[in-house]
């Protein structure tokens, strides 16, 4: 049987308030993980250029303090879904690099056992249900997980990830309705990097700012700067309580920004060098949170420099397990096809 257990009903902007003074040890995780995540992206750009990676690849440089930040706000049992930028999820869920990183390049050792490649690798055991390659569908089976919350009362919550680009799918609103109709415990997190493959946001939607898609629907929902670790997570913190007391959906619009096309084979040149070389200068997740590491929380350069080492190590050993891992066996192409009742 499930655990019950009794959460207290609480105002998201009470909770905004609320938010503690996060310690130099909690930052400097945070600075670790998404370390870990650029590293590791930089690293399967490569892999991809010696034709290690095959199919579609989709970077996540730029994005790190969404899913750290959001994922730092949760609880073990929470469930997590998302689209086909994905690898930074995982690592973000605990996953291991060796895993991802074998499954990225179809080896016997990834996630999915090599046959999911970039876009779909799912781990059950850290509650990440995938990353899924058609536009928008993380929205209605992140609302299904959420529902399985809900039947089984267990307390925990579904973070649904999706982009600007999904935002005007059908089968978003069909679910925003759904959702807030059974007040489900979901939040909604969209990653607004302002172009939905090659098209920016303004060209695409009507309205810009996201996080009112939801106010036909009374869902509650807010704008955060998403290249900021601390705000996301203190949103995240807000978001999560405010649905895991039973208050029904939340959306937070995530905005944020990515440096690499849309995927491994887009020349991203519907934007400018300077407009990206300002955003990395400007409003880099990692080097503002290394900033302020150093001079508001005096935590050593030395200090910083061996978690980079480290981030480094852990890559490096992510690839070459890789590399060595065997190809699965052709028998595996009938394996996982339907689920055994």
Not at 133 to 139: K, M, R
Request: with cysteine; net charge negative.
């Amino acid at each position: 049987m499930p655990v019950k257990r009794k959460v207290e009903a609480v105002p998201l902007a009470a909770n905004a308030v609320a938010a503690p003074r996060l310690s130099p040890d909690r930052l400097t995780r945070f600075y670790a993980d998404m370390l870990l995540i650029r590293r590791f992206e930089e690293r399967a750009g490569q892999m991809y250029g010696m034709g290690l990676i095959g199919g579609f690849c989709h970077l996540y440089i730029g994005q790190e303090a969404v899913v750290v930040g959001m994922q730092a706000a949760l609880e073990a049992g929470d469930t997590v879904i998302t689209s086909y930028r994905d690898h930074g999820h995982m690592l973000a869920c605990g996953m291991d690099p060796k895993g991802v990183m074998a499954e990225l390049t179809g080896r016997r050792g990834g996630y999915s056992h090599g046959k999911g490649g970039s876009m779909h690798m799912f781990s059950r055991e850290k509650n990440f249900f995938g990353g899924h390659g058609i536009v928008g569908a993380p929205v209605p089976l992140g609302t299904g997980l959420a529902l399985a919350h809900r039947y089984r009362d267990d307390g925990y919550i579904s973070v649904t990830y999706f982009g600007d680009g999904a935002a005007n799918q059908g089968q978003v609103y069909e679910s925003f309705n759904m959702a807030s109709l059974w007040k489900l415990p979901v939040v909604y997190v969209i990653e607004n990097n302002r172009y939905g493959m090659g098209t920016s946001v303004d060209r695409a939607s009507a309205r810009t700012d996201l996080f009112h898609r939801g106010v036909p629907y009374g869902i509650t929902g807010e704008q955060v700067d998403g290249m900021d670790v601390v705000a996301v997570h203190e949103a995240g913190l807000a978001a999560a309580a405010h649905t895991r007391s039973g208050q029904g959906p939340v959306i937070l619009e995530m905005l944020t920004y990515r440096y690499r096309g849309h995927s491994m084979s887009d020349p991203a040149k519907y934007r400018t060098k300077e407009e990206v070389d300002r955003m990395r200068t400007e409003h880099d997740p990692i080097s503002h949170l290394r900033q302020r590491l150093l001079d508001e929380y005096r935590v050593a350069d030395s200090e910083l420099k061996a978690i980079e080492k480290a981030a480094r190590d852990r890559v490096v050993e992510a690839a070459q397990f890789a590399q060595e891992c065997p190809e699965p066996d052709p028998s595996e192409l009938w394996t996982d096809v339907y689920a055994e009742a």
